[in-house]
């Protein structure tokens, strides 16, 4: 089982970036998709996810309007667009997977927003 983000970098205070999180060896579609952050010295937070369908999402109350958390079935991929970024976004992001007692992580990608 693979989870593997990539999309992350450095960008400037309102800027965007769009993560990736490509998956294989399991069945992708069954799972219901999440972004994590964790920056230095704070606890690993629930950005947002999305059904298994696609069909619902949910987002953390401090990217709400900013951030979109999409998926693509049949790309076996989930992305997270992020817009207007800000300082305090800076963390390592990470993709998980969950399917009733299942879970998978990726290894994260660092996104740091700075000027």
């Known amino acids: 089982v693979q989870l593997v983000e990539s999309g992350g970098g450095l960008v400037q205070p309102g800027g965007s970036l769009r993560l990736s999180c490509a998956a294989s060896?399991?069945?992708?579609?069954?799972?219901?998709l999440s972004w994590y952050r964790q920056a230095p010295g704070k606890e690993r937070e629930l950005v947002g996810s999305?059904?298994?369908?696609?069909?619902?999402?949910n987002y953390a109350d401090s990217v709400k309007g900013r951030f979109t958390i999409s998926r693509d079935n049949g790309k076996n991929t989930v992305y997270l667009q992020m817009n207007s970024l800000k300082p305090e976004d800076t963390a390592v992001y990470y993709c998980?997977?969950?399917?009733?007692?299942?879970?998978?992580w990726g290894q994260g990608t660092q996104v740091t927003v700075s000027s």
């Open positions: 998980n997977a969950k399917w009733g007692q299942v879970t998978y």
């Open positions: 060896r399991f069945t992708f579609s069954r799972y219901v």
């Open positions: 999305i059904s298994s369908a696609g069909g619902s999402t």
